[in-house]
């Protein structure tokens, strides 16, 4: 036929293992010894030897400088001819570890970092809370300066209130040339101001004088109707011009 009924013969796979050969000759040598244990022994093993330290503080960063441990640990790394590896992962490096944590694991730098996040957070917490009761918004004023006085004009000419009109005009004009003449405007005179504010216009001081008088009488009470206010207005106006006192838009509706 074309086949066979018998099955192939197993194919046998042989494992090649590395045989390390070491001279059956040589034993362990201590070199530090005491009655309780063995600090330091070494033996050899293939083309090389191992060393045994069984106390890791004699290399450790607190046992170093003690006694001759560092010049210890130079003979020891530099008994062999190769290469000199550490082996980190033993030292707390492995590949799961967070190496910025690793690093700084067993320091006070932990703690003192968890604290002052702490502090952080809990200044946080305290600037976010609310003390007091909240408060409204404090909603701002719709009307326009000069919708201000436009409504104030109209109150003073339907009431008549000639007096409170001229009052407003007459103290906002003492003030600002008293300011301008450089006289105080509490302890002035009215000769003294008249005298001052002629001597920067063309009107002589009896008449300021006689001007300032009127409109002051009218504040007190002495009766006066529209005309005579916007005449003694028109006046007081003329002053201003001739002594440089000029009113821009931004005085003229802060009043």
Known sequence: GFGSSKNPPPISVEKAEEIVETPTLYAPVAHLANDKKTLLVDFPFGAGQIVFLTDPY???????????????????????????????????????????????????????????????????????RRFARPLPEREPNRLSKLEYVSAMAELQQRTRAYDLAIENIYTDFRRRVARLVGADNFTASHKDLARLVADRSKLTANEIENLMFKCEDIIRGEPTNKREVLELTSRLREIENQIGLKRNRKQAFTK
């Open 58 to 128: 004699i290399v450790s960063n607190g046992g170093i400088n003690l006694v001759d441990n560092a010049q210890l640990a130079i003979n020891i790394v530099a008994s062999g001819d190769g290469i000199i590896a550490f082996d980190e992962f033993h030292q707390g490096y492995g590949a799961g570890e967070n190496r910025l944590l690793g690093y700084f694991a067993g320091t006070p730098l932990v703690a003192i970092f968890l604290q002052f996040a702490a502090l952080v957070g809990f200044i946080l917490f305290t600037q976010s």
